[in-house]
């Protein structure tokens, strides 16, 4: 099981005619990114002018969103404060030597493949990946209509005996529309997100949402910075798409953001663009769950942090996976709150975590910060939670991973499979 593609860079036509960047500087600068990034045991190598074979021998395919991440990064070092569209990536999945004839087409080669005329050359998975968008093209040139076959040469015809009689006029046939049919709608790309009650134990009600991955239902979280960031950059893109269903003026949504590549700029680049689309009328109910919190952060990444953020968030999470974070060395405003993400041990371990948490509740308060838990899996987690009087919990126990954010109210039981009752 091995997944072989031919990465190609393709620079738009208004930008390889003004040449303000060789393309030697964007090979190299994609080879330091693949270098860093496309690590052991995958393998890659240059073949060609801006053309790289990828490979993993632990995948069939590979991950397109991961590529998405390198035109991303292109774009953003080599052409700083310029919009987007000046880099488009093509990759190539197929055998290994149609992956090398792909290698040598020509960019005037690869435009004409982006528009949809194809090539000769073997067929095999074709996909345009920008920094805004991920789509398949035809690698086969579309067929022609086949050439009318000639018809066969008349033969003589006999001889008539008896004279034969004129047929009577007839009116021209109506000429013969063809019938069409519409094409079936196609069926919606399965969600790769959803959303999770967050609940108020003091009240007990839902007060908001917070959205999360369906992946992560059957494997463990990413740990590459290019792979993460395009999960949130994925969960960006659905969270407007579900902003319509939302009722104005209700509940906080919290969206999951990595710590680490908000401090890198390449990154915040990526997510200014997602968040530039969100309707200005639903700042003051957005949260940034920053995950990967470590324990001991820089106090000029925070800041760095809640500066980005503060423009489209009215909310900032930190999410720490350690009960005895350091919260008195922190400001009072870097954040508006902390969850614990309990790590995936055993239950006692879980609970003990949450007790320690909670134990701290006096300086969270002097400092003016909520707590909250996430990850609560079972009731008697929930239990803990309310007894040691954690006021915010999220997880499996509180709600499945839904279309929607959930209705708020006081009564959740008919909306929610809340495992405390």
């Known amino acids: 099981m091995t997944a072989i593609a031919c990465l190609r860079i393709l620079l738009t036509a208004a930008e390889a005619a003004n040449a303000s960047v060789p393309p030697a500087h964007v090979e190299a600068a994609a080879d330091l990114y693949l270098k860093h990034r496309w690590k052991h045991p995958r393998r890659y190598g240059v073949v060609a002018p801006l053309a790289f074979v990828l490979a993993d021998t632990k995948a069939e395919t590979l991950n397109p969103e991961e590529m998405q991440a390198l035109a991303i990064e292109l774009e953003t070092s080599l052409f700083p404060g310029r919009k987007s569209g000046q880099v488009c990536l093509m990759t190539f999945e197929g055998d290994e030597n149609a992956v090398l004839q792909f290698a040598s087409l020509s960019q005037a080669e690869l435009a004409g493949l982006m528009a949809g005329r194809g090539y000769s050359g073997a067929p095999g998975h074709v996909q345009v990946i920008t920094a805004e968008e991920i789509r398949a093209v035809p690698s086969a040139p579309p067929e022609t209509a086949p050439a009318p076959q000639a018809r066969p040469a008349a033969t003589t015809a006999p001889i008539e005996t008896t004279p034969k009689a004129k047929p009577a006029p007839s009116k021209p046939a109506a000429p013969v529309r063809p019938i069409t049919t519409a094409a079936p709608p196609k069926p919606a790309a399965p969600l790769t997100t959803g959303w999770r009650a967050v609940y108020h134990l003091p009240t007990e009600c839902v007060v908001g949402a917070v959205l999360g991955h369906r992946a992560d239902l059957s ?203």
């Open 219 to 421: 494997a463990p979280r990413p740990e590459e910075d290019a792979e993460l960031l395009a999960r949130d950059l994925t969960g960006l893109n659905d969270a407007q798409f579900g902003f319509p269903t939302v009722k104005t003026g209700e509940g906080a949504l919290f969206l999951p953001l990595s710590f680490w590549n908000l401090t890198t700029p390449a990154s915040q680049e990526a997510y200014k663009r997602r968040l530039s689309r969100y309707p200005l009328d639903l700042q003051p109910r957005l949260g940034a769950t920053v995950y990967d919190t470590p324990r001991e952060p820089s106090m000029g990444l925070l800041q760095q942090i809640r500066a980005f953020l503060h423009g489209s968030f009215a909310y900032i999470d930190l999410c720490i996976s350690d009960p005895n974070f350091p919260v008195n060395t922190l400001p009072g405003d870097i954040a508006s709150s902390i969850s614990l993400e309990l790590r995936d041990e055993p239950d006692a371990e879980r609970i003990k975590a949450i007790a320690l948490f909670a134990s701290r509740q006096s300086v969270y308060r002097a400092k003016g910060v909520h707590q909250g838990v996430l990850g609560v899996r079972s009731a008697k987690e929930l239990d803990a939670c309310r007894a040691a009087g954690l006021p915010y919990v999220s997880g499996p126990a509180v709600s499945a991973l839904l279309d929607k954010p959930p209705a708020l109210g006081a009564n959740p039981a008919d909306a929610l499979p809340l495992e405390a009752a």
